[in-house]
C-alpha cells in the first residue's frame, strides 16, 4: 500500500514544486527546442526496463530523494567536490540506484537544451508507466540546482524523525 501512497506523492510533488525553482513549466515545454527529448527519454527507459524490471524502483526512489530536500531540481544527482559533500554521498542515498541511466540519457541529442530535473522527472514517469502504473502529463522546464550539501539531508531527515515522533 506504500508504493501508490508514494506515487501520488510525486504527482503532487510533480505538478507543485517546479514552480519554486522561479521559472514557470508547462507540459511539452521542449517542443520547440528539442521536439524528441520525451521519446528520447521514453526509448531509454524502457530499454533499460526491458533488461532489469527493478530500474523502475530505483528511478521512484532516487526522484523522491531529489524532490525532498530542495524540490525537484536534481540537486541529488551532484557529485561531491573537495569543499562540499554532496547530497549524493549522504547515508540515506548511498543506495540510491539509476545514476547511470540518468548518464545515459545526458548524453542524448539534447544535451545542454533539456535540464537534467526534467530527465529525471520524465525518466520516472515513464519507468512508472511501464511498470502498470498510470501515464501521466509531466510539465517540463525545470532548471538544474547548482546547490547539493549533505548538510540538507541530515536536517530534512532529523525534522522527519521528529514529526514521526510526536
Not at 528539442?34 to 532516487?62: H, M, N, T, Y
Request: glycine residues 6%.
Amino acid at each position: 500500500m506504500a508504493a501508490p501512497i508514494l506515487l501520488v506523492c510525486l504527482v503532487v510533488l510533480n505538478t507543485v514544486l517546479p514552480f519554486t525553482v522561479a521559472q514557470q513549466t508547462q507540459v511539452h515545454f521542449y517542443r520547440e527546442s528539442c521536439p524528441q527529448a520525451e521519446f528520447l527519454v521514453r526509448s531509454v527507459v524502457q530499454k533499460w526496463f526491458l533488461k532489469d524490471k527493478s530500474i523502475a524502483a530505483g528511478l521512484l526512489r532516487l526522484h523522491f530523494h531529489d524532490c525532498f530536500i530542495r524540490g525537484c531540481e536534481a540537486s541529488v544527482l551532484i557529485d561531491s567536490t573537495e569543499g562540499n559533500i554532496a547530497e549524493k554521498d549522504a547515508i540515506p542515498n548511498l543506495t540510491l540506484r539509476g545514476f547511470e541511466l540518468i548518464k545515459a540519457l545526458l548524453e542524448n541529442k539534447c544535451r545542454g537544451i533539456v535540464s537534467c530535473a526534467d530527465i529525471l522527472t520524465l525518466a520516472t514517469r515513464d519507468a512508472i508507466s511501464l511498470s502498470g502504473g498510470p501515464a501521466y502529463p509531466v510539465p517540463t522546464g525545470r532548471g538544474d540546482g547548482l546547490v547539493s550539501k549533505i548538510e540538507e539531508v541530515h536536517v530534512k531527515q532529523i525534522l522527519a524523525n521528529l514529526t514521526i515522533i510526536q
